[in-house]
């Protein structure tokens, strides 16, 4: 597997609050993503974290990316309930046409 | 604007039957075309991806085939359902290699009973 960790878990926060996700991978990876899948729909990504980046922002998402550790985070500020959904991170296989997704994120914001 | 449609939207089979979803991108000319299967529950697992008409590459067995007989369509079958079939399965594309975003449909879920 490409993953290391096991980075299925849930997480319930209250609206308002921040929030850290994390998944480390195995391999060498040209960029991590995060897509964020809400029920019953497909994926969408959020940010995506080049291998020659070590943080990403877009709006209330920060993405880092830590090469020598081989871990990747995605932080969200001041969560919404609209946020609610599972959080996944992805690699690229060292630049092969396989997308492989870590086990995924349910975050649950309580209004 | 891009839009990928999939169908059907929900299937309900019998183990042993055969099954065919499909997947049409509109808007995008030439786009790399992706099948994803995810168990309820559970991570995304690419199935095949194709770069051009005609031309598909297995990821990993599962007893399924894919097709892709015009430049906008996919198509995903089996002779044969199991019930480890089951699960929700997701057409994908994009404009480059798997490194860059991918643009999911909304889904067929699928249950085999």
């Known amino acids: 597997s490409q993953w290391g960790e096991e980075n299925l878990q849930a997480l319930s926060i209250q609206e308002g609050e921040d929030v850290t996700m994390n998944c480390s991978y195995k391999t060498y990876t040209t960029v991590v993503q995060w897509y964020r899948q809400k029920s019953g729909k497909g994926p969408a990504q959020l940010i995506l974290?080049?291998?020659?980046?070590r943080e990403k922002r877009s709006g209330r998402l920060r993405a880092t990316l830590d090469t020598s550790s081989q871990s990747s985070s995605l932080s969200i500020t001041g969560t919404l309930a609209t946020d609610t959904a599972v959080y996944f991170c992805a690699t690229d296989s060292s630049g092969s046409w396989q997308l492989i997704f870590g086990s995924g994120t349910q975050l649950t914001v309580m209004p | 604007a891009q839009t990928i449609h999939q169908w059907p939207v929900a299937e309900i089979k019998a183990v042993g039957s055969p099954l065919s979803l499909g997947c049409t991108i509109k808007g995008k000319s030439s786009p790399n075309l992706y099948w994803y299967w995810q168990a309820t529950g559970g991570t995304l697992q690419q199935l095949f991806y194709?770069?051009?008409?005609?031309?598909v590459e297995s990821v990993v067995q599962l007893n399924l085939s894919a097709s892709r007989p015009k430049d906008d369509q996919f198509i995903l079958s089996t002779e044969k359902l199991l019930l480890s079939h089951s699960g929700f399965y997701l057409c994908a594309w994009s404009l480059w290699a798997s490194s860059y975003e991918q643009y999911f449909g909304p889904g067929t879920r699928l249950t085999v009973l």
């Open positions: 194709s770069i051009t008409v005609g031309q």
């Open positions: 974290i080049r291998s020659n980046e």
